[in-house]
């Protein structure tokens, strides 16, 4: 069945650092690829997405970009604050394109 | 942007008891809903697919008797944890699908047996 991947955390970052989380999947077809962000106390927001290979999905700095060779979903961002701390989630949409599949989710702490 | 909530927001009830949590959605209406759970440290866990109008899907290992889900409308789907033990205790999120590839999370719901 579909699978996402990602690096365990937490990673501590000094702001203005620049920052990678990984993700890769498994999925047959041709999957939709997220990542959703759960500030503290809050629910999962859609932080990006990319329905298709190559496409870039991208918002508030962040950007991932779709990559079928390589079945991966990185997340960057080039110069981390100390808002973006949070659970950083990577999933992907399958078949039934209403069905999320998640990874563990990775907590990003940024220092001042 | 698309609202979906939950109530309560936290419960702490005691064991043997049974636990109701709202999800509704505010401004758009859901023929299905999706219901997970999430335990410390780890990822968000499919429970079942809330359908309006007809039974509720469960995934595989989830007890249907034990958790029960009901989509009375269109903006409101209910999860009542039945006869809840200590190892129920946990993180329950709900979400809603709207347009195609979007859904919208509730903010979720910790439960807490005592």
């Known amino acids: 069945g579909d699978s996402v991947t990602q690096m365990e955390g937490p990673v501590t970052l000094s702001e203005e650092a620049f920052l990678t989380i990984n993700c890769t999947y498994t999925?047959?077809?041709?999957?939709?690829l997220f990542w959703y962000v759960q500030y503290p106390g809050e629910g999962l927001q859609l932080l990006l997405k990319?329905?298709?290979?190559?496409d870039k999905g991208s918002n508030k700095g962040f950007e991932a970009t779709y990559r079928k060779e390589t079945t991966s979903f990185h997340l960057e961002k080039g110069s981390v604050q100390v808002s973006d701390s949070a659970v950083y989630f990577c999933?992907?949409?399958?078949?039934?394109?209403?069905?999320?599949?998640f990874g563990t989710g990775t907590r990003l702490q940024v220092t001042l | 942007g698309a609202v979906v909530s939950q109530h309560p927001s936290w419960v702490i009830c005691k064991s043997g008891t049974s636990v109701k949590i709202e999800c509704r959605s505010l401004?758009?209406?859901?023929?299905?809903m999706f219901w997970y759970r999430q335990f410390p440290k780890q990822s968000l866990m499919l429970m079942a697919t809330?359908?309006?109008?007809?039974?509720?899907?469960?995934e595989q290992g989830v007890e249907k008797d034990k958790f029960l889900i009901n989509h009375a409308s269109l903006t409101l789907s209910t999860l009542t944890v039945t006869s809840a033990h200590p190892e129920d205790s946990s993180f329950y999120i709900c979400?809603?699908?709207?347009?195609?590839?979007?859904?919208?999370f509730g903010p979720g719901t910790r439960l807490t047996v005592l």
């Open positions: 979400s809603a699908p709207r347009g195609y590839n979007e859904q919208f």
């Open positions: 999925a047959t077809g041709y999957p939709s």
């Open positions: 990319a329905t298709k290979a190559d």
């Open positions: 999933a992907l949409s399958g078949q039934d394109a209403s069905k999320l599949t």
């Open positions: 401004d758009f209406q859901a023929t299905t």
């Open positions: 809330s359908n309006e109008g007809s039974k509720a899907t469960y």
